[in-house]
């Protein structure tokens, strides 16, 4: 079996950063300001400058920026928000810790992201059902690329609901040169190691364009602070992000533009090459991906993996269970159909190494190893 080429490389970015990390991180060692120091503000300044709108608010994790905004709106028992089900678990997690109902929505066949006529559909069923108010919709960036908002966002002002871009793939993705939050009231972000902006631990972020909501939000990220310190306006969160992260972080983000187009180099050279062996990922137009993941559809899906790991290629499954098969989520409602394109994704999708630092010789064996299945 031949030695197997890293899924990501985070050494690689490491060694080529190492000076500027190392720097940032000893400036906050010796200045002692551990939890919101001056690294964080300006931070949050710089993603809200990178995105080109909005501002930005850092927090804790990624799954803490989606319910931020819940919690600020005030969504809870008896309301329903509308999530897809071929995601990780934190985008219908948060739903549940809000008190409120999650609602899954099938996937569009070809990039996996939210389907507006399964959600049309849903929001319809919801209503007449009349048991639960319908209250927002989480749409999730799968994989890197933006889902298709110029649809979703319609339907989602038509129903009076908020839209939250579930953006922890695919921050720094844009649609037409804009970043999701042009359409969506919120935008969420993870810092996860392997993200494609991610720190050296958890850390999130959550983008708005309403200033009220920044408010709330940012009572809500330390315990519902008030107007002083020790005043409490509302239940909060403690959800503060380090200071030792933000600075990690502002190194990466000066370099972060480059990156994604060093991950878009590895996505052409990859389809180049696979031509029509795999079902290979489509960016809807318009589009620029992060390529956070490159995800392909398989037959024999086993057997495929099997093959690419002789040949020293390592796979990951995103996601391999829907998440309304999972027993904490399977007794809440699915759009009327259920839920056929995100069943058969889940049994036929697999991703293959993708990060800024590939080798021309590892795309090279990743790509013999895929043509080579039969």
């Given amino acids: 079996m031949a030695d197997t080429i890293p899924f990501i490389d985070l050494a690689a970015q490491r060694s080529r950063l190492k000076d500027r990390i190392d720097a940032a991180v000893m400036k906050v060692l010796d200045e002692g ?40 709106w005030g969504i809870g028992p008896g309301d329903a928000v509308f999530v897809p089900s071929f995601t990780f678990a934190s985008t219908a997690e948060v739903v549940v810790l809000a008190g409120a109902s999650p609602v899954f929505v099938d996937v569009d066949p070809n990039t996996y992201n939210m389907s507006p006529t399964s959600l049309e559909a849903a929001i319809k069923a919801v209503k007449d059902a009349g048991e639960l108010t319908p209250r927002a919709v989480i749409a999730v960036d799968l994989f890197g690329q933006p889902a298709n908002y110029p649809s979703l966002a319609p339907i989602a002002r038509e129903a009076d609901l908020k839209l939250i871009s579930d953006c922890a793939q695919a921050y720094g993705s844009t649609l037409d040169g804009q970043a999701s939050l042009a359409w969506a009231d919120v935008l969420t972000v993870s810092f996860y190691p392997a993200k494609p902006l991610g720190g050296y631990g958890d850390g999130g972020a959550v983008l708005c364009k309403d200033e009220a909501l920044y408010d709330t939000m940012r009572s809500v990220r330390v315990h519902g602070e008030g107007a002083t310190r020790y005043e409490y306006a509302r239940i909060g969160l403690n959800s ?11 190194a990466k983000l000066s370099v972060f533009g480059d990156e ?21 990922p489509h960016v809807i137009e318009g589009a620029q991906s992060t390529w956070a993941q490159y995800t392909i559809e398989v037959d024999r899906r086993d057997d495929f993996r099997a093959h690419l790991a002789e040949h020293g290629v390592p796979s990951a499954i995103y996601y391999p269970i829907p998440l309304h098969f999972h027993a904490p989520y399977a007794k809440y409602p699915v759009a009327p159909g259920g839920l056929p394109v995100t069943e058969a994704a889940a049994e036929r999708v697999l991703s293959l190494p993708m990060h800024p630092d590939m080798s021309a010789t590892d795309i090279d064996r990743v790509i013999e190893a895929v043509t080579s299945f039969n």
């Fill in 33 to 72: 300001r551990y939890i919101l120091g001056p690294e964080v503000e300006e931070l949050e300044s710089q993603l809200a400058e990178f995105a080109g709108i909005g501002r930005a608010l850092s927090c804790a994790n990624g799954t803490d920026a989606i319910l931020l905004p819940l919690m600020a």
């Fill in 240 to 250: 503060r992000l380090d200071t030792l992260q933000a600075a990690i972080l502002l």
């Fill in 260 to 280: 994604i187009q060093m991950r878009q180099k590895v996505a052409d050279r990859y389809r180049a090459g696979f031509g029509n062996a795999v079902k290979i």
